[in-house]
């Protein structure tokens, strides 16, 4: 599943540590979120948009529906 | 959301309604377990015909994997440095589960495969199964840690 996980922290400036560090969860997490190798699950996923205040559907893309 | 607890290097046990370092109960409980299988050892004739050499090799042997043991059972993880606060959710946590059932389905696989071998050798070639036990949580190891491994190297 694609996302704008890496577009929506790096608008925030925020480093991957950082972020994890608000999330709960390790780094490399992180790293695999945004290189679309692991999709968190669904509570993970609304504390991303609720940090990033947008929605799910905006974070989160299906496979081959931009 | 950081956590509210101390993290120190090799976490803490709840001990008498506080918290200790959890290496003060595994170090000294390893020792003792470690000398009680000494002592078993002595007590059934395994340490052989100089009791005092035997005790100290059969506990020296296993009061590490004992030591390893009592911090695995008494240890908060929670409390150990670099902890994540919500384990379950993180991508580490999807890694051990398919490193898990994948070495299970390998355990399945070599035990199945053992077992039809073992149905063609001859009766007088039995295996010690000192020998076996140990041969297979190695390959439990081996086929956890390998597969593990790979998944984080695959990110």
Known sequence: MENRVNECRSRLGWSQQ?????LGVSRQTIISIERGRFDPSLPLAFRLARIFETTLEELFLPDGNP | ??????RIRWGQARFGGGRIPAVLIA????????????????????????PALGFAVFTACLAMPAMALMYVLVVDRNSVEGAVDRPEESVEGKWYDKAASGSFTDLVLVLGVLAAVAAFVPADLAADLKLVLPAILAVCFASFGIRYLLLRHRG
Do not use: E
């Open chain 2, 1 to 6: 959301m950081a956590g509210q607890q101390t």
């Open chain 2, 27 to 50: 170090i000294p409980g390893g020792l003792l377990l470690g000398a009680a299988g000494g002592w078993l050892a002595v007590g059934t004739g395994l340490a052989g015909s100089n």
């Open chain 1, 18 to 22: 950082r972020l994890a560090d608000q």
